[in-house]
């Protein structure tokens, strides 16, 4: 099943979500089911929280990136309780968007490296670096665990100067072409 997006107002998005385990029931159709989501909505990324669930799993699919590095033509990855532990202190700025925040889209800072434990779709542990791309999606999902979303990241001015547009999302308007909730 497709799931409809959670939208920026829900206090879903701002929970902290909880580990799971591999008793988790069904996990495998809810991966499942994210992708087919993700597909839907044309993401590169979806964390539970936008789908109304509040644990640590998200998906990253950079594959439409292939075009430009062609180590992503596979890279469609699930993070189960996925832990940063380090970060770069080199930082670049991205131009991101997000499923729940529809029409904005924001240049945000972030290092350009992180290094991360967390269990695959089979709860095997990795431990693991990541840089371009795959580090910035993996940062924006992750934040989602944290109840934190990519306009949190933005400097108070320009936050300010997004306010309007975030509360018509809080009120419910906005357009886009996926199903929401
Ligand atoms: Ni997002």
């Not at 108070?156 to 018509?168: E, S, Y």
Request: overall charge negative; some cysteine; hydrophobic content about 35%.
């Amino acid at each position: 099943m497709i799931y409809p997006i959670v939208i920026y107002g829900s206090q879903t998005l701002r929970n902290v979500s909880q580990d799971i385990t591999p008793e988790y029931p069904d996990l495998k159709k809810l991966i499942d089911d994210m992708f087919l989501t993700l597909e839907e909505a044309s993401g590169v990324g979806l964390a539970a929280p936008q789908i109304g669930k509040n644990i640590r799993l998200f998906i990253v699919d950079c594959t439409p990136w292939a075009d430009e590095d062609e180590s992503l033509a596979d890279f469609k990855r699930v993070f189960i309780n996925a832990e940063i532990y380090e970060r770069s202190e080199e930082t670049d700025l991205f131009n991101e968007g997000c499923l729940s925040l529809p029409g904005l889209h924001e240049d945000v800072r972030r290092p350009v490296a992180i290094r991360m434990r967390y269990m695959d779709e089979n709860f095997v542990e990795h431990d693991e670096e990541f840089d371009g791309y795959p580090a910035r999606v993996i940062q924006h999902e992750y934040d989602h665990l944290e109840g934190k979303v990519f306009t949190d990241r933005l400097s108070a001015l320009r936050r300010n100067l997004l306010k309007g547009k975030l509360t018509k999302l809080s009120n419910g308007k906005y357009r886009c072409s996926y199903k929401t909730k």
